[in-house]
């Protein structure tokens, strides 16, 4: 059964025209306006107007070019998203905004004061999507030579993450006075130092921004492995899963809920949301036309290099009609693991290398959900009304079409079910999640004040 009354619905985007991988050569699909704000401003106003929940902007901090199709090909260059939220927050009320970040390739402190801004300036509609950086490119553009160890980004992660919340912790709720009268601008018996000194941190603090709308804007994790389970039942509010049936849903769920009740840590202080890939029309056969013609759009080479990144080997110089080469043992590998195992189920059924490749490339890691409104709204109703997903990330193919006709001919449908709200309740993203707010962990002791009048 449920654990909430109605499904949580996150618009998510990857690329500007859309989670296919070459969307962008559709004939419907955006140009040079994915470097504009009314593009984004349009997409966000649709799915408000349909009451979503949030946009969850994904992101990567380079070009995808290892294999060398990332420039020419894909559809990799984006706007840098801290940014593009803060100007979307501007001309918007009640929707959310899940912005990614790296924990690899910044610092605690830069990280706190600017998600503190953001929720400060949306009034509590923030959330950070907490990534470690798996791309060598990425790597190459902060002065290393190679991937930083998987094990060594999880634990920068782990420690990342306790700096963070202990700077938004550093000012206590009532902390702000800009008493006039006193002069005192704040009370300094509510403002914290850190004296943070960790394995890969040394931070004094406290943030110089005061305790923000939510005490913690939400946090995200997205990725499936072990460490990433770990980490996101450890800190986070809210999990982007990746599974492709009822029965991996199910047994993925049960695996979140046991990690959960070991930290003590009920289920209903989590948020699982899978993804999935929603291709809606008029009838399931008009579905069926739409997505093969984004298939038709797909290049061997892109998908090559897609598999190639995903399983950490060159696919180029091997045969493409032939069986994929022996794959790095997950244990070792500094790259994907999620993206990986997933490669190697794959693998297992048989298919070539040209086939595996298309095939991911295509469809991605998570479910299609093709047809009707109605058949749409069946497929996202049976995983919720069983209790395996609290909502979805929805993965729409191609933008800005796709985006539209889920939000004017699902989302109605799912609120005829009562399955989703009608109207926005009051207050924050994390109320309206019906997660905790937060207390600051200084809250009930003193130590080291800072002096602030």
Same mark, same amino acid.
């Given at each position: 059964? @449920?654990?909430?009354?109605?499904?949580?619905?996150?618009?998510?985007? #990857?690329?500007?025209?859309?989670?296919?991988?070459?969307?962008?050569?559709?004939?419907?699909?955006?140009?040079?306006?994915?470097?504009?704000?009314?593009?984004?401003?349009?997409?966000?106003?649709?799915?408000?107007?349909?009451?979503?929940?949030?946009?969850?902007?994904?992101?990567?901090?380079?070009?995808?070019?290892? #294999?060398?199709?990332?420039?020419?090909?894909?559809?990799?260059?984006?706007?840098?998203?801290?940014?593009?939220?803060?100007?979307?927050?501007?001309? !918007?009320?009640?929707?959310?905004?899940?912005?990614?970040?790296?924990?690899?390739?910044?610092?605690?402190?830069?990280?706190?004061?600017?998600?503190?801004?953001?929720?400060?300036?949306?009034?509590?509609?923030?959330?950070?999507?907490?990534?470690?950086?798996?791309?060598?490119?990425?790597?190459?553009?902060?002065?290393?030579?190679?991937?930083?160890?998987?094990?060594?980004? #999880?634990?920068?992660?782990?420690?990342?993450?306790?700096?963070?919340?202990?700077?938004?912790?550093?000012?206590?709720?009532?902390?702000?006075?800009?008493?006039?009268?006193?002069?005192?601008?704040?009370?300094?018996?509510? +403002?914290?130092?850190?004296?943070?000194?960790?394995?890969?941190?040394?931070?004094?603090?406290?943030?110089?921004?005061?305790?923000?709308?939510?005490?913690? @804007?939400?946090?995200? /994790?997205?990725?499936?492995?072990?460490?990433?389970?770990?980490?996101?039942?450890?800190?986070?509010?809210?999990?982007?899963?990746?599974?492709?049936?009822?029965?991996?849903?199910?047994?993925?769920?049960?695996?979140?809920? /046991?990690?959960?009740?070991?930290?003590?840590?009920?289920?209903?202080?989590?948020?699982?949301?899978?993804?999935?890939? @929603?291709?809606?029309?008029?009838?399931?056969?008009?579905?069926?036309?739409?997505?093969?013609?984004?298939?038709?759009?797909? +290049?061997?080479?892109?998908?090559?290099?897609?598999?190639?990144?995903?399983?950490?080997?060159?696919?180029?110089? #091997?045969?493409?009609?032939?069986?994929?080469?022996?794959?790095?043992?997950?244990? !070792?590998?500094?790259?994907?693991?999620?993206?990986?195992?997933?490669?190697?189920?794959?693998?297992?059924?048989?298919?070539?290398?040209?086939?595996?490749?298309?095939?991911?490339?295509?469809?991605?890691?998570?479910?299609?959900?093709?047809?009707?409104?109605?058949?749409?709204?069946?497929?996202?109703?049976?995983?919720?009304?069983?209790? +395996?997903?609290?909502?979805?990330?929805?993965?729409?193919?191609?933008?800005?079409?796709?985006?539209?006709?889920?939000?004017?001919?699902?989302?109605?449908?799912?609120?005829?079910?009562?399955?989703?709200?009608?109207?926005?309740?009051?207050?924050?993203?994390?109320?309206?999640?019906?997660?905790?707010?937060?207390?600051?962990?200084?809250?009930?002791?003193?130590?080291?004040?800072?002096? !602030?009048?």
């Amino acid at each position: 059964m @449920p654990s909430r009354q109605h499904m949580v619905l996150s618009a998510f985007f #990857y690329n500007p025209q859309g989670d296919h991988r070459l969307s962008w050569r559709h004939d419907n699909a955006p140009k040079r306006e994915i470097f504009d704000l009314d593009y984004y401003r349009k997409l966000v106003e649709a799915a408000e107007q349909a009451k979503l929940d949030t946009i969850f902007i994904a992101d990567h901090l380079g070009i995808w070019d290892t #294999y060398e199709s990332g420039v020419a090909h894909y559809a990799n260059a984006r706007l840098e998203p801290l940014s593009l939220v803060s100007a979307l927050a501007a001309v !918007t009320k009640d929707i959310g905004f899940i912005v990614t970040a790296s924990t690899s390739y910044t610092e605690p402190f830069n990280i706190a004061r600017t998600f503190a801004s953001m929720d400060h300036i949306s009034k509590g509609r923030v959330g950070w999507n907490v990534v470690t950086s798996a791309l060598e490119e990425e790597a190459r553009n902060f002065g290393l030579d190679g991937n930083i160890r998987h094990a060594t980004r #999880y634990q920068r992660a782990g420690e990342f993450l306790d700096v963070v919340k202990k700077l938004w912790d550093s000012w206590e709720d009532d902390a702000l006075l800009i008493d006039k009268k006193s002069g005192y601008f704040a009370d300094p018996s509510k +403002i914290h130092y850190l004296d943070h000194a960790g394995e890969h941190f040394k931070v004094r603090g406290p943030l110089n921004v005061a305790r923000s709308p939510q005490g913690h @804007p939400l946090l995200v /994790q997205a990725g499936s492995s072990e460490s990433g389970k770990e980490l996101a039942t450890d800190h986070t509010d809210v999990h982007f899963a990746v599974f492709k049936s009822e029965e991996e849903g199910r047994r993925y769920r049960a695996d979140i809920n /046991q990690r959960l009740a070991q930290k003590g840590r009920a289920p209903d202080s989590f948020v699982l949301l899978p993804g999935v890939l @929603p291709i809606v029309a008029a009838s399931r056969d008009e579905a069926a036309e739409r997505h093969a013609a984004l298939e038709d759009l797909m +290049i061997d080479r892109v998908s090559i290099d897609l598999l190639s990144s995903w399983s950490g080997v060159d696919l180029s110089s #091997y045969p493409l009609d032939g069986p994929l080469p022996e794959l790095p043992d997950e244990s !070792t590998f500094d790259g994907w693991r999620t993206w990986l195992n997933i490669v190697k189920n794959e693998a297992n059924k048989g298919l070539t290398i040209r086939q595996l490749a298309r095939k991911i490339a295509n469809t991605g890691s998570v479910p299609i959900l093709s047809g009707s409104p109605v058949d749409v709204a069946d497929q996202l109703e049976a995983w919720f009304v069983a209790g +395996i997903a609290d909502g979805y990330n929805l993965m729409f193919p191609l933008l800005p079409d796709d985006w539209i006709n889920f939000t004017q001919s699902v989302v109605p449908e799912l609120q005829r079910r009562g399955l989703f709200r009608t109207a926005y309740e009051p207050g924050t993203f994390r109320e309206r999640l019906g997660l905790r707010r937060p207390d600051s962990q200084f809250a009930r002791g003193v130590a080291n004040p800072a002096s !602030t009048c």
